[in-house]
């Protein structure tokens, strides 16, 4: 199936994904999904005034997303609410199409005084504060993942990120990329580390959201061990990997099947309750497993805090250099060749507390991402895609190099205004 979505490294796209909170700018509580204060509304303001529709799962069903050429905007588990992009050409129209976005939501965002949080962790509410969105495979998972790992419901409800996703042109180069991604995603999460509160108080960790990964369904989440240790990858491998893992449902006629836990690939042998495996069952599956990176019809790369808005654009600018140039993946490649799996593993913890003060290996995770800023920017600079002013995608790294420049990473940021006597609202909220 994978091989069907290779493309000519001439006509690559980037996808970005994006989520935030949604509250109240005074009081603090939280958007939900119905009534008074709602996203709904929010939907309502976006299909009237810009030209959304709304998509539904079934007939005469609830809205649980909108839809507008080959972008989405849609809901997770609790309200969250996440800008799926289009994908598109150069880092330029991905800024672009999100300001766009910016400008879109602001007007209701006025009209009904809400405050977009950029943080990976809701910081204020508690689990029993949070609403439901009406998907009909959240009740499945509501039930299925706190069996699996103790955060579950805090990965569903309080978590929120920032992904990117990547098209490769081969089984070598989809593979390779898959390798990168993984090996790179705790150094990237430490990076743009951005969740240092939880229920009003500052936590031990510069990312609730990452401690909370550590505690999710082993089988369907982390860094897949079993792709580390082989020096040539192919399509099956990762195949192997994801057939092993537990299901949630499959879908007959429109309608909701719940099959938890059974693993796929004893689906594909024996059925379930008369049904049969297909590939629309595959590709099902396939998006339900949650790994730092992930194989679908792209490479999903998904180990990012959600950023404010120039920060989540740096973020998909350092993979855009590492992936889309043969040079700087290979130079990336190199970079990361002493990571073992149980190395890297070993030190997780570290980077979730500590982000980037902390080490990897031999190094302070600092030095690993000034090496890496370097190809990305190498690779950005040699795409050589330039925008009305003649200016390169690098230009989109340079809140990334801020960072490592002031050794300061945006959880010490957040921290650092609060400390200074902002609100959690004021000091991780999105400006318009």
Avoid at 83 to 89: F, I, T, Y
Avoid at 158 to 182: C, P
Avoid at 386 to 399: C, F, M, P, T, W
Wanted: hydrophobic share 40%; net charge negative; with cysteine.
């Amino acid at each position: 199936m994978f091989q069907e979505y290779e493309r000519s490294s001439s006509n690559f796209l980037i996808g970005a994904e994006s989520e935030k909170f949604g509250v109240h700018e005074k009081t603090g509580l939280t958007l939900g999904y119905g009534g008074e204060y709602s996203v709904c509304q929010v939907f309502s303001s976006l299909q009237a005034e810009h030209g959304w529709e709304p998509i539904v799962e079934t007939e005469g069903g609830p809205i649980i997303g909108l839809k507008r050429g080959g972008a989405s905007i849609t809901l997770e588990p609790a309200a969250q609410l996440e800008l799926s992009g289009e994908p598109l050409v150069d880092l330029h129209a991905i800024f672009a199409e999100n300001q766009q976005h910016l400008r879109e939501i602001k007007e209701v965002t006025e009209r009904l005084s809400i405050a977009w949080l950029a943080t990976g962790f809701h910081p204020l509410a508690r689990l029993s504060e949070l609403s439901w969105v009406p998907k009909l495979r959240y009740p499945i998972m509501r039930e299925y993942l706190p069996q699996k790992g103790a955060a579950g419901l805090d990965m569903m409800q309080r978590t929120a990120t920032v992904q990117g996703n990547f098209d490769w042109s081969s089984e070598e180069d989809a593979m390779s990329k898959l390798t990168l991604a993984l090996k790179l995603s705790p150094l990237m999460q430490a990076w743009f580390s951005n969740a240092p509160f939880i229920e009003g108080r500052q936590s031990e960790r510069l990312s609730e959201r990452a401690r909370v990964w550590r505690h999710m369904d082993p089988s369907r989440s982390g860094l897949i061990e079993s792709l580390w240790s082989k020096r040539t990858l192919r399509y099956q491998d990762y195949a192997d990997w994801a057939i092993s893992a537990g299901m949630f449902l499959i879908k007959r006629e429109g309608k909701i099947v719940k099959n938890t836990g059974q693993p796929f690939a004893d689906f594909l042998q024996h059925g379930f309750e008369g049904h049969q495996a297909t590939l629309d069952d595959w590709k099902l599956h396939l998006g339900t497993l949650f790994p730092e990176a992930r194989l679908k019809n792209t490479l999903e790369v998904r180990a990012i805090d959600s950023l404010p808005p120039n920060l989540a654009v740096a973020s998909l600018a350092v993979w855009t250099g590492l992936f889309y140039d043969s040079q700087a993946l290979d130079e990336a490649l190199d970079l990361v060749e002493p990571f073992t799996f149980d190395a890297v593993e070993a030190q997780r913890d570290g980077l979730v507390a500590r982000g980037l003060h902390a080490p990897l290996l031999d190094r302070s995770g600092f030095e690993w991402a000034e090496r890496l800023f370097e190809i990305a920017a190498g690779g950005l600079l040699r795409r050589a895609r330039v925008n009305d002013e003649g200016r390169a995608e690098d230009i989109y790294l340079e809140s990334a190099g801020e960072i490592l420049h002031s050794r300061t990473l945006p959880a010490e940021r957040v921290i650092r205004r609060v400390e200074a006597g902002q609100s959690l609202i004021d000091a991780t909220r999105i400006a318009f």
